[in-house]
C-alpha cells in the first residue's frame, strides 16, 4: 500500500520502490532514537509521502494524473483532439503541480487514492475540518486556473 501510495505522487515504479525502501532503512537505522507517538500506520504514510514530495522536489517533476481526458470514443479522434487533449492534459498537470504542498497532498490523496477526510487526516496528523478546508482551497484553486478548459471541453464535446 505504500509502494501505491508513493507511487501516486512520483509516477515512476522504481522510484516509488526506492522511496518505501529508503523509509524503512531510515527508521531501521534509527530505531533507537527514533519515538512514534501517533499511529505506526499515519507515521510510515507521513514519511512515504515526505520522502515523495521531496523527491519531487529534487528532480524538478510535477505530480500528475493519469489522462484525465482519456474517452470510450478515443479510437474517433483526430490529430487536432490529440493535441487538445495533450494540451488539456498539461494544463491540468500543471495546475495540480501549482496548489501548495498540502492542498496537493490532500487533493491526490481523495481524488486518486479514494481515500476519506478522516483517513486523509489521520494519515497527515491533522484534523478533519483542516482537510476539507484545503480541499475546499485545491478545488476553487483549480477551478480559477482551469476556467478556461471548460469552455474548450464543452466545445470540444459538442463539435
Known sequence: MLY???GRFVRDVQV?????????VKIWTNRETLNI????????Y????????????QTKRNVGIDDVFESEFASEFTPEDSLVK???????????SELPNQC????????FDDMS??????MLGISVNTVKTQMKRAMKALT??????????IFFLWS
Do not use: C, P, W
Open 4 to 6: 501505491q501510495f508513493s
Open 16 to 24: 516509488a520502490e526506492s522511496i518505501v525502501q529508503d523509509v524503512f
Open 37 to 44: 507517538t501517533s499511529n505506526v500506520k499515519a507515521y510510515l
Open 46 to 57: 507521513t514519511a512515504v509521502k515526505n520522502y515523495s514530495l521531496n523527491h519531487i522536489k
Open 86 to 96: 495533450s494540451e488539456n492534459h498539461d494544463a491540468v498537470h500543471k495546475a495540480i
Open 104 to 111: 496537493r497532498t490532500i487533493y491526490v490523496m481523495k481524488k
Open 117 to 122: 477526510y478522516i483517513e486523509i487526516g489521520e
Open 144 to 153: 480559477e486556473k482551469l476556467q478556461y478548459l471548460k469552455i474548450l471541453i
